[in-house]
Structures are given as C-alpha cells and as structure tokens.
C-alpha cells in the first residue's frame, strides 16, 4: 500500500518477498499495533531511543508476524535490538522449556557485547540469558529463534562447519530464522534462499553496495 511505499522509499528500505508487514512509523506502534509489554517500551525510554532506526522499523514487524528474515544494513544502524526487541515481544514470558532462542556470534567480543544490549532490553523481565561457548553440548531442539548476526562472518569457510552444526542442532521444525550482516554475499544468499521458508530480504541503504 501506499503508506508502506512512502515510508520505505523515505528511510532507504528495500524489501522483496511475499506480504512483506508494514515498516514501523515510530516505536508508539509496538504498544497500539501490537500489545508490547511496558518493561520493554519503558526499557527503550531509559535508553533514550526516541525513533526506530530503518532497518528497526523494518525488521520488527517482519520478526513479530512469525516470519524468517534475511538482511543487511550498515554497521552501527541498530540490528541488534532489530533482532532483540522482537524476539522478547514473541516469546512474552519466561518457561521451563529449556533454550528457547539462540543469537550466534562469530567472535567473544560480540557475544559479550551483544549480551549486554540484550539485558538492558530484557531488564524488569525474568528471563535468563547466557554466553554459551563452543563445544559446550547443549540441548537446542526446542529453540525458538536463531539469529546469525554478521551472517557473512558465519558462513565464511573457517567458521561454517561451526554455524552449520548449530543450524542443524536447532531442530525444531517450526523454528523462525534470521541473518542479519552489514554486507551480504552471494553465498550467504544463496545459504538463506535454501535454508528459509518463504524469507523476506530487506537491504537498508543502497542496493549495490
Ligand atoms: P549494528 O549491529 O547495526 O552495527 P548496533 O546494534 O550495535 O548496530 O547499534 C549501534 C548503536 O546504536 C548502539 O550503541 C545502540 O545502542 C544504538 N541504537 C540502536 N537502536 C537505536 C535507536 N533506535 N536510536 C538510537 N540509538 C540506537
Ligand atoms: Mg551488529
């Protein structure tokens, strides 16, 4: 529609895909469009984010109507809580159900970083959140979300047999995936076209770079 048309040509949103959700007009939204808990919208005043950032405003609804994601926008333009808000929205209350969402992380560094936005978004919540290292055998059946966050730094060669048994460990069959990257490389395309179900591809910037 015209107003979705309007709002992604006005913040550089490139979708493709089938009934891609209307991109956010503001953070208002997440309480009248879609019920969201007060500790996560008190959460993002305390921050002090005011408006969502492109690919924000894209990637939330696109996570919140339950579908599989595959994108890039530049660095430092907000994909963790892109990927953070939504997941905490979705999954609503804490449960005995073991891990119920996985963000991979290519390097310590960013799993540590990542973990701390993480818990200042969940913070006023119960949920439990942990850095889990490699080789740690962990039960990943019943995980919920799987985000690859600098996907291209996954599906390079040192680290693919890695994030491929991850992928394959999170064996819950109704699963919702995403990746998330600054640049997105033929292969990693290539890997989401095969993997995902009926995946919306955004590109926030410019479409050639
Ligand atoms: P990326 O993963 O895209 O490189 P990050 O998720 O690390 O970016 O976010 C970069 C910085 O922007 C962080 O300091 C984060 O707290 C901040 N940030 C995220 N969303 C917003 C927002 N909506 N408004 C203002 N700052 C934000
Ligand atoms: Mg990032």
């Known amino acids: 529609n015209e107003r979705d048309l309007r709002l992604r040509k006005k913040y ?14 503001s953070f208002a939204e997440l309480s009248t469009r879609y019920g969201c808990e007060s500790y996560l919208l008190h959460n993002l005043v305390k921050l002090g984010f ?31 809580l892109a990927f953070v808000y939504p997941m905490l929205m979705k999954l609503k209350q804490p449960s005995k159900d073991g891990i119920r969402t996985v963000i991979l992380c290519h390097t310590r560094e960013l799993a540590a970083q990542t973990t701390r936005e993480c818990k200042k978004m969940a913070k ?9 290292k490699k080789k740690k055998r962990i039960d990943l059946s019943r995980v919920e979300y799987l985000v690859l966050d600098e996907s291209d730094k ?3 060669r040192s680290l693919l047999e890695q994030t491929d048994s991850v992928v394959k460990a999170c064996s819950n069959p109704s699963i919702i995936r995403s990746l998330f990257s600054a640049t997105l490389p033929g292969f990693v395309e290539d890997v989401a076209r095969t993997v995902m179900h009926d ?10 770079a």
Not at 12 to 25: C, D, K, R
Not at 58 to 68: D, F, H, N, T, Y
Not at 124 to 132: E, Q, V
Not at 199 to 208: E, T
């Open 124 to 132: 006023g919540s119960k949920f439990l959140l942990c850095i889990c």
């Open 199 to 208: 995946a919306v591809r955004v590109i926030v910037g410019d479409k050639n």
């Open 154 to 156: 996954l599906f390079e």
């Open 12 to 25: 550089g949103i490139h979708v493709s895909g089938n009934n891609v959700p209307s991109p956010l007009q």
């Open 50 to 80: 005011k408006e969502p950032t492109p690919i924000q405003r894209q990637a939330i609804p696109v996570l919140l109507s339950g579908r599989e994601w595959f994108g890039k926008a530049p660095t430092g333009s907000g994909k963790t």
